[in-house]
Nanobody, 130 residues
Framework: QEQFAESGGGLVQPGGSLRLSCTAS??????????IGWFRQAPGKEREGVSC????????????YYSDSVKGRFTISRDNAKNVVYLQLNSVELEDAAMYYC?????????????????WGQGTQVTVSR
């Protein structure tokens, strides 16, 4: 059964850093075949896309994409051997506080289509406080 497990969230001060992990399991192909996205949802707000990394075995060749709100501060990467996609959060801002999720729509290119995501993980909470 395809699923993701997010981890690495916690309490961070503004300006601090945090690394989130997304561990995949149950996928019929290796993780390198899938585009993976990170999303976040703050209380009272809709889920929004934060970053996406395309498949390593497609024309887009593992390119990374970011929302304007995190560009230059967050970095997405993948370790296919470990079946893990990371999201490095640097220069964290108060507005980054949210539950963070990873997901795929089983395609190999970004962006991830929310209405095609089959399963969401439990998420990992990022709390930003002075």
């Amino acid at each position: 059964q395809e699923q993701f497990a997010e981890s690495g969230g916690g309490l961070v001060q503004p300006g601090g850093s945090l690394r989130l992990s997304c561990t995949a399991s149950g996928f019929p192909l290796g993780l390198e075949h899938y585009a993976i996205g990170w999303f976040r949802q703050a209380p009272g707000k809709e889920r929004e896309g934060v970053s996406c990394i395309s498949s390593d075995v497609t024309y887009d060749g593992g390119n990374a994409y970011y929302s304007d709100s995190v560009k230059g501060r967050f970095t997405i990467s993948r370790d296919n051997a470990k079946n893990v996609v990371y999201l490095q959060l640097n220069s964290v801002e108060l507005e980054d506080a949210a539950m963070y999720y990873c997901a795929t729509d089983n395609s190999n290119v970004c962006p991830i289509r929310l209405d095609s995501v089959g399963r969401w993980g439990q998420g990992t909470q990022v709390t930003v406080s002075r």
